[in-house]
């Protein structure tokens, strides 16, 4: 066992993930956190967290990979842009699955794994000035909640934070009651002005059920299911939802059987709010010297639209672990090997996800251009949709028009493979996992 300790505030992915690796690298770590494994399956829904088969990856690696992607995993995305008058339809296919299972399994799941090796978990909520108290005891405190105190505890980065607000308003639900496609796939679903919509398959207390995550733009005819109250009145917040569902979502609603759709386990699979986009400086020196490194949503909170918030922390985690690992003094030349090895992905998922949002509401001419050839190119739609993988990549296309276009012509004369040839066909059989 190294002589190394390590004090980490907060269990969720970014958290679990670095304990889990520091753990499997002899170093002695304790995890303090608010809620014990048993308070989970009581709680309002987390979040609808789908895994890249990037993070897959680093779970198995982790030995915490307990939803194998073959039985849990989806295959692809469909892809519903809602132009009026001229629908876009198209498919694309992952590399290796991606998968969804409720944070409330999940987290308890990985808690139990992180004890069972012998991490140590301290059950309590710290407050803002336990910190320094807190680190103490420990060469390194990492910080992975951006709950009150600690959101302000490390700088804003304001030239990586554009916003200042949400960006969409969430209504974002488990439901029951909507028939899957004919291959296990996420649907994105686009309504220009008004806002986007990530049907996910995911995993939870009863079987599988439908993640909606609806973004809804602010002031646009949707942004009222951002408020609408379902314990109040469930029939009516129902019936609202599917009038605004066949609306803007037609390709959802046309699966809905009216009769069974609901929130898939009661009231408390719904949740609502927004999220502003915001980057934080990684690390702040805490009374007496010593370092706070912040990790996952506190170092960069990005809008769900793209699904990439946990997979950030996930490969974040892992990069501060092995520099945990290698390199002996804990000082700011160590946090700028750590922001080297991560900035370009979470600055690459950062810019990617506010470009998408901005612009998917103006669709400027070089964005319906990419569209279009997306919608009509399989070899481009399979290689957009494996870009969820690897958010840098999707920048290095969408940073500028000049870009977008010559991504497309690097793709598009890739050879097509004449199985997949028509851009609406899923694949028979999915590929999965390499
Ligand atoms: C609707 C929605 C959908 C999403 N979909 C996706 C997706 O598809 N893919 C994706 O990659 N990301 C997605 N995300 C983002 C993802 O949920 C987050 O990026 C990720 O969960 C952040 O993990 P974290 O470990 O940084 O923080 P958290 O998961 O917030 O963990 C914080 C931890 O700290 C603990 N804690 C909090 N306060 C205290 C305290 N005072 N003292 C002690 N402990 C404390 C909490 O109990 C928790 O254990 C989504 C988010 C939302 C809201």
């Known amino acids: 066992m190294s002589s190394k300790r390590i004090g980490i505030i907060g269990a969720g992915t970014a958290g679990l993930h670095l304990g889990l690796y520091l753990l499997q690298h002899d170093v002695k770590v304790t995890i303090f956190t608010d809620k014990k494994p048993a308070e989970y399956s009581g709680m309002r829904l987390l979040n609808t967290v789908a895994h890249h088969a990037v993070t897959n990856a680093r779970e198995t690696a982790l030995g915490a990979n307990h939803w194998p992607e073959e039985q849990y995993g989806y295959f692809g995305h469909y892809y519903y842009i809602g132009i009026p008058g001229n629908p876009l339809r198209f498919f694309g296919d992952l590399r290796a699955p991606s998968r969804a299972v409720d944070y409330r399994i999940y987290q308890p799941r ?29 060469d390194l405190v990492v910080v992975c909640t951006g709950k009150g105190p600690f959101g302000q505890m490390f700088e804003h980065d304001k030239r990586n934070s554009p916003f200042d607000r949400p960006q969409r308003a969430l209504c974002v639900g488990l439901f029951k009651g909507i028939k899957e496609r004919p291959i296990r796939a996420v ?132 990069i ?78 969408f940073a500028s028009p000049a870009r977008m276009e010559a991504w497309i012509a690097k793709h598009a004369d890739e050879p097509t493979n004449p199985a997949t040839a028509r851009p609406y066909e899923p694949r028979k059989e999915p590929r999965v996992a390499a």
């Not at 978990?121 to 108290?133: F, L, M, P, Q, S």
């Not at 070899?379 to 290095?396: I, M, S």
């Open 110 to 138: 990985l808690m139990e794994d992180f004890e069972n090796r012998g991490g140590r978990i301290e059950y309590r909520e710290i407050r803002g000035n336990d910190v320094a108290k807190i680190s103490a005891e420990f």
């Open 187 to 318: 649907t994105m679903n686009f309504s220009p002005g008004a806002g986007e919509m990530i049907e996910i398959p995911t995993w939870t207390f009863n079987g599988l059920a439908t993640a909606l995550v609806i973004e809804n733009i602010v002031g646009s005819d949707l942004e009222i299911l951002a408020k609408a109250k379902y314990e109040e009145n469930p029939r009516a917040f129902l019936d609202l939802l599917l009038q605004k569902l066949r609306r803007h979502y037609p390709d959802c609603a046309e699966r809905i059987d009216e009769k069974e759709f609901d929130l898939a386990n009661g009231p408390l699979d719904l949740m609502q709010g927004g999220v502003t986009p915001t980057m934080r400086k990684t690390h702040k020196v805490l009374e007496g010297g010593k370092l706070a490194v912040a990790l996952g949503d506190v170092h960069a909170l990005v809008d769900p639209v793209l699904g990439q918030g946990a997979n950030l922390a996930s490969h974040a985690a892992v």
């Open 320 to 397: 501060l672990g092995e520099e945990i690992v290698k390199q002996d003094v804990y000082d700011e030349r160590f946090v700028e090997h750590v922001d080297n090895r991560r900035n370009d992905r979470i600055l690459g998922a950062m810019r990617w996800t506010n470009y998408m949002m901005t612009n998917l509401a103006a669709m400027p001419p070089e964005l319906q251009q990419y569209v279009l050839a997306v919608s009509q190119n399989r070899v481009l739609a399979d290689a957009f949709t494996d870009g969820f993988n690897y958010p840098e990549r999707q920048w290095d296309c």
